[in-house]
Structures are given as C-alpha cells and as structure tokens.
C-alpha cells in the first residue's frame, strides 16, 4: 500500500489477555518505530527498529511489552497480561533513511486497544 | 531531561485569521524539531521541520520560527480553514537520535 497499515484498527481485550499489533511499513522504509497515545495526549515513544534490529526499546512501559520486526519489514507489538492502564492507541511510523528520527516519519492510523 | 512542551491546550480562531501555536522545549531536546497535525482517528501527519542553523521556514500556509535563546517554536498558519482543525504537537529528537518527543498538543478549532 501507499501508507503506513496497522492492524486490527480496534481491539478489545479482557485483562489478563495477550494481543498482538501488527505495523505494515511503508515498502522500503528502513526505520520503524512504535508509540503509545493515551487520550489526550502526544504520542510516547516505545521503541525503534532499524531494519529487524530493535536498537531502542527504552520507551516499554514493563517487560510485559515485546515488539519485533524479524525479516526488517512487518513488525508485532506484542503486549502480554493486558492491564486497563494499556489501554491507548499504538501508533507505527516508519521512516526511508537510516538516520532514524532525523526524517520524516509517517505515521499510520493507530490500532486502538481497550483493556476491559 | 529532553523535554517538549506547548503553551495552550486549545486554540480557537475565526477562519480566515492567521493561528499561531507556540511550543517550548528543554535544554537537553534536539536541535531538529518536527510540527504534527493528528486529526481525530488518524495518525499523526508531518507539517513541517526546522534545523537548529535555521530561524524561519516557511511552507505552503504554514511558518516555523525558532527562537534559540528563549529555546522556543511557534507554528503559524496563514489563513486558517476549517480543515485546518486538528490537534497539532511539536516534537523533537532524543539524544540517542532513535525517537520523537512529542509535547501533549494544542487543539486548534476552527469556526467559519
């Protein structure tokens, strides 16, 4: 496609579950980053891929978070035990350069996950 | 610490003015900041950039000025329009240079 596709768009969860978010990036595109939004907020940084390696992950919130990108394209933000407070929307953005965040980055529309 | 910030959460104009939306950030931030536009259900959109050797620039309806010694950016829209409603955030870059920091984001509203 032309954009950045995230998928499912909506989530719901029961606490306690495991889901997996999956980013398609733009074709190409060496950088790969995800964010977490919180109603209201800006987006918060989770973690940075360049090709299938994940150089930053300083931004999960615990070691319930796991994100990989295992062939430098697709990648799966993968959240385990699910709790309310996760409740957000994840936002991939993938970038051309290799020069990470210094480009422009595009955003997809966000996959918007709700802990019941 | 890398901190971005904005001045007001919500911004309402008359369409036609020119909107203004004001951003200051810390120290520690990135001499390379990014102006987002998000509207509701989509993913943040790039507007515009500015390098830290770099005062002004400009766009299509859209001025960044950066002003280094009070370490603050301002985005201004010239003629606002209704489609110009939408949050929009500053963002700057980490000192590992791996990520974007966004600020919360100012609401602009539009009314014709």
């Known amino acids: 496609g032309a954009g950045v596709s995230q998928s499912p768009r909506y989530k719901v969860a029961k606490r306690g579950q495991d889901v997996a978010l999956r980013c398609d990036p733009i074709?190409?595109?060496?950088?790969l980053f995800w964010y977490q939004q919180a109603l209201g907020q800006g987006p918060e940084f989770l973690t940075y891929?360049?090709?299938?390696?994940?150089?930053?992950k300083s931004g999960l919130p615990s070691d319930r978070f796991f994100a990989e990108r295992p062939e430098g394209s697709v990648s799966t933000l993968k959240i385990q035990r699910t709790q309310q407070e996760d409740s957000a929307v994840y936002l991939c953005?993938?970038?051309?350069?290799?020069?990470?965040?210094?480009?422009?980055?595009?955003f997809g529309q966000g996959t918007r996950l709700t802990v019941v | 610490g890398e901190s971005v910030g904005l001045h007001l959460p919500t911004l309402s104009v008359q369409e036609g003015d020119n909107s203004i939306i004001n951003c200051a950030y810390s120290?520690?931030?990135?001499?390379?900041f990014i102006w987002y536009k998000q509207e509701s259900g989509k993913g943040p959109q790039f507007i515009i950039d500015?390098?830290?050797?770099?005062d002004k620039r400009q766009g299509q309806r859209v001025t960044v000025l950066l002003n280094k010694t009070v370490k603050h950016l301002s985005l201004q829209i010239a003629a606002t329009q209704p489609g110009d409603s939408a949050v929009y955030f500053c963002?700057?870059?980490?000192?590992?240079?791996?990520?974007?920091?966004f600020g919360k984001g100012t609401t602009l509203s539009v009314s014709s």
């Open positions: 500015i390098r830290s050797n770099m």
């Open positions: 074709s190409g595109h060496v950088s």
């Open positions: 891929f360049q090709n299938e390696a994940q150089l930053d």
């Open positions: 120290n520690s931030a990135s001499d390379y």
């Open positions: 953005a993938s970038s051309l350069f290799l020069t990470g965040a210094n480009t422009e980055a595009f």
């Open positions: 963002a700057g870059i980490n000192q590992a240079g791996t990520a974007l920091i």
